[in-house]
């Protein structure tokens, strides 16, 4: 069953700690995207990343951090610098030269 | 600019046609993408259209392109209380391999 899975669905942090949101794919897709969702908005784009071992800020990358070491997986480290941290966080990919995206659940970030 | 422009909401009865529209800025996009996201989930890929092309229809959807216009719409017949979510319309960026979306249309449908 291909697919994309972000853990976990609801996360709960203190304020000035950092967390990590998972995002893993078993769909082979080259490309990885990190999105933000506020209520009653669109997306933006924190970050992507093309290829293992690359990756690009997007529209609004600050206090956040990607990593990308194997190609099934694109972590996202949401900082302690991040002003307003509690949104919903979504994860697609894409295969390499197309810009259709499948996306994950999604990851509920609660910051206090 | 990279603004995708939507109406917030639209309210619609059971049974009628939805119309969802949506103004793109790049004119370079090859393709144009509709989403769906129903509450707390992630977002579906609903349809797509090809930029040499003026009309797409998929069983209930059936997807506009003006292209002269820049403007996208997408119209469901026969809604159903199952079709209220937020509907998201997508463009290329060609330029740096990643979409821009829309605001996204709340669309709600009542009994």
């Known amino acids: 069953d291909g697919g994309i899975t972000q853990s976990p669905k609801y996360l709960f942090r203190k304020e000035g700690q950092n967390v990590t949101l998972s995002c893993e794919q078993n769909?082979?897709?080259?490309?990885m995207y990190w999105y933000r969702q506020d209520p009653g908005q669109g997306l933006r784009l924190i970050y992507y990343?093309?290829?293992?071992?690359?990756?690009q800020k997007g529209d609004i990358a600050e206090g956040y951090s990607v990593s990308r070491e194997k190609k099934e997986s694109f972590p996202l480290t949401v900082t302690s610098a991040q002003k307003n941290p509690t949104a919903f966080y979504l994860c697609?990919?894409?295969?390499?030269?197309?810009?259709?995206?499948?996306f994950g659940p999604g990851t509920r970030l609660t910051v206090t | 600019g990279e603004d995708v422009e939507q109406s917030l909401f639209l309210s619609v009865r059971e049974g009628d046609s939805s119309v969802i529209n949506c103004t793109y800025t790049?004119?370079?996009?090859?393709?144009l993408y509709w989403y769906k996201q129903e509450p707390g989930a992630g977002l579906q890929l609903l349809t797509y259209?090809?930029?040499?092309?003026d009309m797409k229809q998929d069983q209930r959807l059936t997807v506009l392109l003006n292209k002269k216009d820049k403007h996208l719409s997408l119209r469901i017949a026969d809604t159903q209380t199952g079709d209220s979510a937020i509907y998201f319309c997508?463009?290329?960026?060609?330029?740096?391999?990643?979409?821009?979306f829309g605001t996204g249309t709340r669309l709600l449908v009542s009994p």
């Open positions: 990343s093309q290829i293992v071992n690359d990756f």
């Open positions: 997508a463009e290329e960026n060609t330029g740096f391999q990643k979409l821009v």
């Open positions: 769909l082979n897709h080259d490309a």
């Open positions: 697609a990919s894409s295969r390499e030269g197309a810009y259709e995206q499948y």
């Open positions: 259209i090809f930029s040499n092309m």
């Open positions: 790049d004119s370079s996009s090859t393709y």
